[in-house]
T-cell receptor, first 110, second 118 residues
Framework: EDQVTQSPEALRLQEGESSSLNCSYTVSGLRGLFWYRQDPGKGPEFLFTLYSAGEEKEKERLKATLTKKESFLHITAPKPEDSATYLCAAPEGGSEKLVFGKGTKLTVNP | GAVVSQHPSRVICKSGTSVKIECRSLDFQATTMFWYRQFPKQSLMLMATSNEGSKATYEQGVEKDKFLINHASLTLSTLTVTSAHPEDSSFYIC??????????????FGDGTRLSIL
């Protein structure tokens, strides 16, 4: 069964304290690994797509990387406005269905 | 671009009421739309996939007579929760995929509807 597992469930950082979020996946024939940001009471907002091991994408303080078994979302010098739940997802093998992880709730304290 | 609008954002109603949620793609044509349900501190769970002009495909365990989905145009899909009960209270989110896009590309999400059944 295809699975996407995120860790940690929750992460508290001080402003400026860099860290990484993990997304491990077991999906046959990976066709893309997606990172989304979700604010409370809102739908997911697309951040990145990664397609192959070794690929990296950056946007402001965020950088996503991909290996054959996991993806990392690195947050450099975070600010309080980076507080949100970060979700990763991948298409289930052989279908259009997206399999989501449970997310990492990030809180950045000023 | 790729904006998805969901309405209403919040609804509170009595048990036994039917509730309709709309999902619109504002600046693109959506051949495929998806409906998700999210419980607190849980992941998004796919309920059904709808293609314009076709019957929706429901995930295992989702009652199609309970959750009616209509995707009559390339910009609108609706989810109707029939005879809603307190256990149907949840956060419902739609997403859409544009013409020409496939599952290798990200879905575009609406802002969700918080449904509370009293």
């Amino acid at each position: 069964e295809d699975q996407v597992t995120q860790s940690p469930e929750a992460l508290r950082l001080q402003e400026g304290e860099s860290s990484s979020l993990n997304c491990s996946y077991t999906v046959s024939g990976l066709r893309g690994l997606f990172w989304y940001r979700q604010d409370p009471g809102k739908g997911p907002e697309f951040l990145f797509t990664l397609y192959s091991a070794g690929e990296e994408k950056e946007k402001e303080r965020l950088k996503a990387t991909l290996t054959k078994k996991e993806s990392f979302l690195h947050i450099t010098a975070p600010k309080p406005e980076d507080s949100a739940t970060y979700l990763c997802a991948a298409p289930e093998g052989g279908s259009e269905k997206l399999v989501f992880g449970k997310g990492t709730k990030l809180t950045v304290n000023p | 671009g790729a904006v998805v609008s969901q309405h209403p954002s919040r609804v509170i109603c009595k048990s036994g009421t039917s509730v309709k949620i709309e999902c619109r793609s504002l600046d693109f044509q959506a051949t495929t739309m998806f409906w998700y349900r999210q419980f607190p501190k849980q992941s998004l769970m796919l309920m059904a996939t709808s293609n314009e002009g076709s019957k929706a495909t429901y995930e295992q365990g989702v009652e199609k007579d309970k959750f009616l989905i209509n995707h009559a145009s390339l910009t609108l899909s609706t989810l109707t929760v029939t005879s809603a009960h307190p256990e149907d209270s949840s956060f419902y989110i739609c997403s859409a995929r544009a013409q020409g896009e496939n599952s290798n590309q990200p879905q575009h999400f609406g802002d969700g509807t918080r449904l509370s059944i009293l």
